[in-house]
């Protein structure tokens, strides 16, 4: 695979990397999971915590992609977009227009269950 040198390339191509909804779901589960973990974090000041909000957002990204797309995480070749997508997805689904999106990466349509 050639380098992606532009977010506007990389985005389709995270999400050709989630085609199946399953996965696209355990990571809803994952930075949710670390949304809420940094909030808590936040809100106690008790900063030892921290830790658990990347575990909990990393461990379900990953174990989706060994089980279920079979295939490398983005995270470990492009952290940064990897990441930021991770939350665009989420907030792509939760304003229903991750559909959408998927057809535009030219994800198929079997795949866009949302």
Not at 31 to 38: E, P, R, S
Not at 79 to 104: H, I, Q, V
Request: net charge positive.
């Amino acid at each position: 695979m050639k380098t992606i040198t532009t977010y506007a390339d990389f985005w389709p191509y995270y999400l050709r990397e989630h085609a199946q909804p399953s996965t696209r779901a355990w990571h809803y589960v994952g930075t949710a999971a670390a949304l809420i973990v940094l909030i808590a974090v936040i809100v106690t000041g008790n900063w030892v915590f921290l830790p658990l909000a990347f575990v909990s957002g990393y461990f379900f990204a990953w174990m989706s992609h060994g089980l279920i797309e079979k295939n490398k995480p983005a995270t470990f070749t492009y952290p940064l977009w990897s990441l930021y997508s991770d939350f665009k997805m989420l907030f792509c689904f939760l304003t229903g227009r991750m559909n959408g999106e998927l057809a535009k990466a030219g994800v198929s349509s079997a795949h866009r269950a949302e």
